[in-house]
């Protein structure tokens, strides 16, 4: 049934008819929905601009780096995680499960082909997905154009890396890196780092520095829930969850502050002030994910990690800070935040909205018109992803079971003809 045909046409794009979905994407999110589709019999093509599967993950992301959530929240749908693993998987061990679980499925992306724009034709009723080859072979820059019947949006919530202005910074002469592109501490051994942000991934990074002997300054402009990772030897999350099956969201928000009061201490002793929202209602309703402490806190009790307010300014190796302290620094690590680069290449705006994610909140965000799809923007992580994936797979194995009957009534048929070809 896996039909694909390729056609060069005149003015050198060429033509791809993919007689399925195209899903945009090989995260965890494309290949969920990948493995899915297999199971429903469905054909389909995914289309990855990297030159890997997962790239989040083998690329962007720090050495040091486990999964936050304990692995029975972050298996994808139909694999389950080695029962050898440890509760949180190292990167490496992710990975390696990623790469089995691609190929158990035997999903096969088309690596270094970035989507450039995606439209859905209302006359033939199917979308038109253009790309441009990423490789550096001598097929870079080669343009393609895929025609497929649904496209499936998989290229994640941390597609691009948000990269603040801040005045000063080009005079400021030391090395200044996002944190997608931070390894590990090592290169930073005595130096001054000021890391930027307090999520999750400065927060560990100023860790990761302390390890390595740096001298690391967080910059906190905000306020920040931290809470444990475990409490009594069970998952914060894993506690949380199993509370909502019988209280309500603010009461379980109180209950988990207290907790973190009697482990953590008073955070904002130490600069961390807590937004005025409990943390599982603000992640709900901003999506803003709770700091899940490791060990940065007991590093900022004792001086090895220094909060410090906002920036003003960058000058040659310094920082002004707003409440007008000045900082030697080396250098910079950018750990702020990413964002969905839906925009720009979607063409649809009734679906998503402006900030790249479905207007619709979970559950309901999986789901457009015209065969449009959404997995992974729920907000809720790889556990998000895997009824995001299911769901998808369902649908579209509906259709294409109804599609295929009704073909092999048509006595062989094509499903549709593409006359432009
Ligand atoms: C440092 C870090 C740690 C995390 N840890 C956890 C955790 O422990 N647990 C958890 O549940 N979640 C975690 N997350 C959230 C994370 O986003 C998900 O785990 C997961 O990676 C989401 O999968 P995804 O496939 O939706 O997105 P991604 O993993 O980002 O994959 C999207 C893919 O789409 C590709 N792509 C993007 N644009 C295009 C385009 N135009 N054309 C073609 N391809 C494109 C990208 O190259 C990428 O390979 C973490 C995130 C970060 C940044
Ligand atoms: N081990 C893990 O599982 C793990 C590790 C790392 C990350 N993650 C996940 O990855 C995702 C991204 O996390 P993240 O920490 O990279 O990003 P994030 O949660 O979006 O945090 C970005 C931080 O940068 C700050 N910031 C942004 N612009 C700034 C500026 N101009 N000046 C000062 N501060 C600025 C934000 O402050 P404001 O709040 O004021 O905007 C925020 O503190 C999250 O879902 C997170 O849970 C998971």
Redesign the pocket.
């Known amino acids: 049934m896996f039909c694909i045909h390729d056609h060069e046409d005149y003015l050198s794009r060429r033509n791809v008819w993919v007689n399925g979905p195209v899903i945009?994407?090989?995260?965890?999110?494309?290949?969920a929905v990948g493995a899915c589709l297999k199971e429903q019999g469905v054909p389909f093509v995914v289309?990855?601009?990297?030159d890997c599967?997962?790239?989040?993950?083998q690329k962007?992301?720090?050495d040091r780096?486990?999964?936050?959530?304990p692995k029975q929240?972050?298996q994808l749908p139909k694999l389950p995680f080695p029962e050898d693993f440890p509760e949180y998987p190292t990167k490496k061990q992710f990975i390696q499960y990623l790469e089995s679980y691609a190929k158990k499925f035997e999903i096969n992306p088309r690596f270094n082909?970035?989507?450039?724009s995606a439209k859905y034709d209302e006359t033939s009723g199917l979308w038109r997905v253009k790309?441009v080859s990423t490789s550096n072979s001598s097929s870079g820059g080669a343009e393609v154009e895929y025609i497929c019947w649904q496209l499936v949006v998989?290229?994640?919530?941390?597609?691009e890396c948000v990269m603040p202005e801040i005045e000063g910074m080009s005079e400021f002469g030391g090395d200044i890196v996002h944190v997608s592109n931070y390894k590990s501490g090592e290169d930073y051994r005595g130096k001054k780092v000021l890391v930027v942000g307090c999520g999750?991934?400065g927060m560990e990074v100023s860790l990761d520095l302390c390890s390595h002997n740096a001298q690391p300054s967080m910059v906190v402009r905000n306020s920040v829930h931290v809470l444990p990772r475990d409490i009594l030897g069970k998952s914060t999350f894993e506690l949380a969850v199993l509370l909502m099956k019988w209280l309500p969201l603010c009461l379980i928000d109180k209950l988990l502050l207290i907790m973190a009061w009697f482990i953590l201490g008073n955070t904002e002793k130490y600069g961390l002030k807590r937004p005025a929202m409990g943390p599982l209602l603000l992640k709900n309703t901003e999506g803003k994910t709770p700091v899940l402490d490791i060990g940065t806190l007991q590093k900022i009790k004792s001086g090895d990690i220094k909060v410090v307010p906002e920036i003003k300014r960058f000058s040659r190796g310094r920082v002004e800070l707003v409440n007008g302290q000045n900082l030697e620094v080396d250098s910079v690590v950018l750990a702020t935040g990413?964002r969905s680069?839906v925009p720009s290449?979607l063409q649809e705006s009734e679906f998503f909205s402006n900030n790249g994610f479905p207007k619709s909140p979970f559950p309901n965000g999986w789901k457009g018109n015209s065969g449009l799809y959404a997995?992974?923007f729920t907000r809720r992580?790889?556990?998000g992803?895997s009824s995001d994936a299911m769901r998808i797979a369902q649908d579209i194995g509906k259709i294409w079971k109804e599609e295929t009957k009704q073909t092999k009534k048509r006595m062989g048929s094509h499903r549709r003809c593409i006359s432009q070809f």
């Open positions: 945009v994407g090989a995260g965890p999110s494309g290949l289309l990855e601009r990297a599967i997962a790239s989040l993950w962007r992301t720090y780096l486990k999964l936050h959530l929240f972050c082909e970035c989507v450039q790309t998989a290229t994640g919530e941390n597609a999750n991934s990413y680069n290449w997995v992974g992580g790889l556990s992803t």
